[in-house]
Nanobody, 122 residues
Framework: VQLQAYGGGLVQTGGSLRLTCAAS????????MSWFRQAPGKEREFVAR????????YYADSVKGRFTISRENAKNTVYLQMNSLKPEDTAVYYC????????????????WGQGTQVTVSS
């Protein structure tokens, strides 16, 4: 299984970025997909989740209303659209996959991408 995350970069406060996670080696449509992030010196934290069958979504309070997670099963891809970015969104963003309903903790997930850096300047 491989998860490849990309799309990060440097953006000013208030700007937007779209992260992409391309999956291979798994039956993508059966997996719940999530995004996590990790800022320097901090624990990895949950950002957003999209379930396998229902496509239902869930967000951390810190990103609710600004970020949108979506998926295209035909392309084995999950996205994270990030709008109204703030300096506190600066982190390495990781995609993760699990063959269950999925949770909000790092240990809930089976597979991880390599991460993509997002830097928001003030």
């Amino acid at each position: 299984v491989q998860l490849q995350a990309y799309g990060g970069g440097l953006v000013q406060t208030g700007g937007s970025l779209r992260l992409t996670c391309a999956a291979s080696g798994l039956t993508f449509s059966r997996y719940t997909m999530s995004w996590f992030r990790q800022a320097p010196g901090k624990e990895r934290e949950f950002v957003a989740r999209i379930k396998d069958g229902s496509f239902s979504t869930y967000y951390a309070d810190s990103v609710k209303g600004r970020f949108t997670i979506s998926r295209e099963n035909a392309k084995n891809t999950v996205y994270l659209q990030m709008n109204s970015l703030k300096p506190e969104d600066t982190a390495v963003y990781y995609c993760a996959a699990v063959l269950t309903a999925g949770g909000y903790m790092r240990n809930d997930y089976s597979y991880w991408g390599q991460g993509t850096q997002v830097t928001v300047s003030s």
